[in-house]
Structures are given as structure tokens and as C-alpha cells.
């Protein structure tokens, strides 16, 4: 048996005790030990996301360690420390082959259409495992489902050294943006948001300058409009996109990011007549190995991210938390160190 806790309606969750599943052939059984509460766990609760229908275990930022193979599975044994790439193609399309699963129409994510690892053990395709390095812990390594997706935007823009750029929102994704353009080569990167705390981090991990948006008539000053080479849109807004138009210079770039959630105005004349670059950027299955060796190096830091930590059998208490910090949570993670006697 194996506890489990799952999206039962609209801002509720329930725990339960579920049956452990035999992973099939190319399956992996994963024990699951930290899960990652991102935004996106919040929004589906909240019957507006549109992906998957309750009862559902969500969480989709997972690290555990390997706990029994199925048929044909090799290069695994157990023991093995892992994280788990959620997007699951549909293995046979164009896109499929072409290295592409994050742009197959049949394509879905575990713990958004596909039961998550908000339960302490979750079979997995053997092919979605990336070995953990000895110095990332477990905490650490559910953060590189969210790195691998802002890597993968990085990679989509024509970054070049010395530019200017401005990242806009100051939750986890804006300060793992900060930290990748810095590492590209970005001379000056400034980061806008509404909470002093958050701000304050991305000063240490690297922005040049911060900007309350709450307080930039007051003393915080934005960048002068047309002078960034490249815009970041992390917030996912209607008023965060007409910012970073505006900011833009003439031909620069504007990553869109960020989900409102909503259809919404945009300023195309404006994009048109300044030849604005508009880019969308998702998942990015072939930058894996490139964000495990980016965190084990340390060029991009993600324990000053984590605030706060909670027990599995909190994990309620986490989303609580998630739900109603009023900023005060940058990254939450929930942790399960040892398996209880009853799931064995």
C-alpha cells in the first residue's frame, strides 16, 4: 500500500491509502522523496487551468529514488538517485521522433493530465529518468523540471554579450531567468516585480538592478522605454507584456513565458512597427543534461530558492502555505526521507 494525496475539487485535497502499482515493461517504480509546490499545482486546483480532472495526485517537480524495474528496463538499478522529466509523447509522431515530445498533440505531463508524485510511489517510464549527481540533493533536484523550461527559452534567444535585459516577475522562474542570462553573457539584467524580499534575492543571485513595481513612482526607477535588448516575460500578464514592448528597443526580443491564463490585449501594431522578435517557450526535452551540470556546478543556485519545507504528511499544510503566504514563499518542498513500514 502507499499513501497518496489528491486534488479532490476546487482548492481541496484528501489524503488516502491506494494501492502500489508493478511498473510494466520500460517502467520504473520511483520512491518518491521531494516534490516541488509550483503555481501551476495552485491553478489547476483552482478549476482553471484546464489540465486533468479530479481525483488526481498532482506534482510534476519530483525527485525519489528508483525502487523496482520492470521488463527490458537496463542502465537502472535500485538504489539510484533520480529526477523525473514529467512530459510523456506520445513516442511515434513527427515530433516524437524528431527529439520533440514537448510539441506532440497527444503529449501530457504527470501530475497535470497524468497522476503525479503527490504519493510515495509512482511508476514512471523508465525513458523519463535523469541520474542525479552525487551534489545535488533531493530538494535541489525537483528544481530541474522548472530550470529545463526556462533553459529552454534561454536557448530560443539570440543572446549576445554585453546586452541589456529585463526580466519581469519575481517569483522562482524570474530568479532562475536572472541567473541563466547572467551566465550567457547578459551585461546588465534587471528584475521587476512586487515583493522587496524576492527582489532583494534576485539582487544576490545576480540582477543588476531591482524595481518595485509597487513603489516605482516613489523611488524605484524602470528602465527608460526602447533601451533593452531582451525582455523575459515571467509574469504572464496583460499589463507585464505591454511593459516589456514598451521597454524593448527596436528589433529586440520578447520571451513569452508566462500563462495568464486568459485570452488577452496585445500591442501588436506597436511589436509590428518596432520589428519585435515574440517568442513562446514550454518544455525543452534536450536540455536535461545541461541543467543537472548547470546546478552541480553551481552556475545557477536554486537552495536560496527553497523557504520553507514541509513532511509528506503535511503536504496539505504546504499548499495551505502555497496558497495564502501573501509573498512570502518563494519555493516550498515537500520531503518523504524514509518509507513507512505499511508501504514496503
Known amino acids: 500500500m502507499k499513501r497518496i494525496w489528491e486534488w479532490t475539487g476546487i482548492d481541496t485535497i484528501a489524503s488516502r491509502e491506494a494501492e502500489r502499482e508493478a511498473p510494466g515493461a520500460g517502467q520504473v517504480e520511483i520512491r518518491i522523496r521531494s516534490i516541488g509546490i509550483c503555481g501551476t499545482d495552485l491553478h489547476i486546483m483552482s478549476g482553471h487551468a484546464g489540465f486533468g480532472e479530479p481525483p488526481l495526485p498532482l506534482g ?137 524580499s524576492r527582489l532583494a534575492l534576485g539582487r544576490r543571485l545576480g540582477a543588476d538592478a531591482a524595481v518595485n513595481l509597487r513603489q516605482a513612482e516613489a523611488g524605484d526607477r524602470l528602465p527608460e522605454a526602447e533601451t533593452q535588448d531582451i525582455v523575459i516575460d515571467a509574469a504572464g500578464n496583460e499589463a507585464s507584456i505591454q511593459l516589456g514592448i514598451e521597454l524593448l528597443k527596436r528589433g529586440g526580443e520578447l520571451l513569452l513565458f508566462g500563462l495568464p491564463g486568459e485570452r488577452i490585449k496585445v500591442d501588436v501594431q506597436t511589436a509590428v512597427l518596432k520589428e519585435l522578435r515574440l517568442l513562446g517557450s514550454t518544455n525543452a526535452p534536450h536540455v536535461w543534461p545541461r541543467v543537472l551540470d548547470m546546478m552541480a556546478s553551481g552556475r545557477v543556485q536554486v537552495q536560496p530558492l527553497i523557504t520553507q519545507r514541509y513532511r509528506f504528511d503535511q503536504l496539505d499544510q504546504a499548499i495551505a502555505f502555497a496558497r495564502d503566504s501573501s509573498g512570502e514563499a518563494v519555493k516550498i518542498i515537500v520531503n518523504n526521507d524514509e518509507p513507512r513500514e505499511e508501504s514496503r
Open 60 to 196: 510534476h517537480e519530483l525527485s525519489g529514488v528508483v525502487e523496482r524495474l520492470g521488463a527490458g528496463v537496463s542502465g537502472w538499478q535500485i538504489g539510484d538517485r533520480v529526477c523525473i522529466d514529467p512530459l510523456i509523447g506520445c513516442g511515434t509522431c513527427a515530433e516524437c521522433r524528431a527529439g520533440n515530445k514537448h510539441r506532440c498533440s497527444a503529449a501530457g505531463e504527470i501530475g497535470l493530465q497524468f497522476p503525479g508524485g503527490w504519493q510515495e510511489y509512482l511508476v514512471v517510464p523508465a525513458a523519463n529518468l535523469y541520474r542525479l549527481p552525487d551534489s545535488i540533493g533531493f530538494d535541489e533536484a525537483t528544481q530541474a523540471e522548472t530550470l529545463h523550461c526556462c533553459l529552454g527559452g534561454i536557448d530560443k534567444l539570440d543572446i549576445r554579450l554585453g546586452q541589456h535585459a529585463v526580466v519581469l516577475g519575481d517569483g522562482p522562474t524570474g530568479l532562475y531567468y536572472v541567473q541563466l542570462l547572467k551566465a550567457a553573457g547578459v551585461s546588465r539584467v534587471t528584475l521587476i516585480g512586487m515583493q522587496d
